[in-house]
């Protein structure tokens, strides 16, 4: 069964650091999305990719953060200059339709020190 | 940010009896709503959804409720089995919003043999 990877599973980073989590969705999928949860919280959406741009955005995803699809396989979310509450587990799901069916991956577990 | 709300953060329950999750949202425009089973160290996996314009969809030993008079939902599982043991999220989206799912805190539920 197809399924979305991500790698690293775990990243360590010292604050301001850059970091790039990376995800291989599922092959036919056209949507892309992040999402992560910080310890003990909900799981919040940060932004939805479709046609080599951002179709939807969160608060959160402010300037520090940047989407890319290099290739036709990888879809990679990157922290500019990491903070200690960026502290979190992120994890990138696709889908076909665009639609509420996603997709999610495993996660990367970010920690900030 | 409070749209999805899952107001029992766990339950426990016998195997074989009925489990029933639950889920209260605020916003109106939501058109579509699933249910995501995630276990530790795991991504969330989609379990059932529904939509605004059905009031029960069944798959199995899974069956959603819609109330759109009360914005209640609810996920009944029967029988139950050890291995339903997990956290359940209620998740939302609403059309034209990129996909957009908005997530509840979760309920973790409690198998017991």
């Known amino acids: 069964e197809p399924e979305v990877t991500q790698t690293p599973s775990h990243q360590v980073t010292q604050m301001g650091q850059e970091v790039i989590l990376r995800c291989v969705p599922i092959s036919n999928h056209l949507y892309f999305y992040w999402y992560r949860q910080i310890l003990g919280q909900k799981v919040e959406f940060l932004v939805s990719f479709y046609n080599n741009e951002i179709s939807e955005k969160s608060e959160i995803f402010d300037d520090q953060f940047s989407v890319e699809r290099p290739d036709g396989s990888n879809f990679t979310l990157k922290i500019r200059s990491t903070k200690l509450e960026d502290s979190a587990m992120y994890f990138c799901?696709?889908?076909?339709?665009?639609?509420?069916?996603?997709?999610f991956g495993p996660g990367t577990r970010l920690t900030v020190t | 940010d409070q749209q999805v709300k899952q107001n029992s953060p766990s339950l426990s329950v016998q195997e074989g009896r009925i489990s029933i999750l639950n889920c209260d949202y605020t916003n109106s425009m939501f058109d579509y709503f699933l249910w995501y089973k995630k276990y530790p160290a795991e991504g969330p996996t989609f379990l059932i959804s529904?939509?605004?314009?059905?009031d029960k969809n069944e798959d199995g030993r899974f069956t959603v409720f819609l109330n759109k008079s009360a914005k209640h939902l609810s996920l009944h599982i029967v029988p139950s089995q050890p291995g339903d043991s997990a956290v359940y999220f209620c998740?939302?989206?609403?059309?034209?919003?990129?996909?957009?799912?908005?997530f509840g805190q979760g309920t973790e539920l409690s198998v017991k043999p």
């Open positions: 529904i939509s605004s314009i059905k």
């Open positions: 998740a939302a989206s609403a059309v034209n919003q990129g996909g957009k799912l908005i």
């Open positions: 799901a696709s889908s076909w339709t665009g639609g509420p069916g996603q997709y």
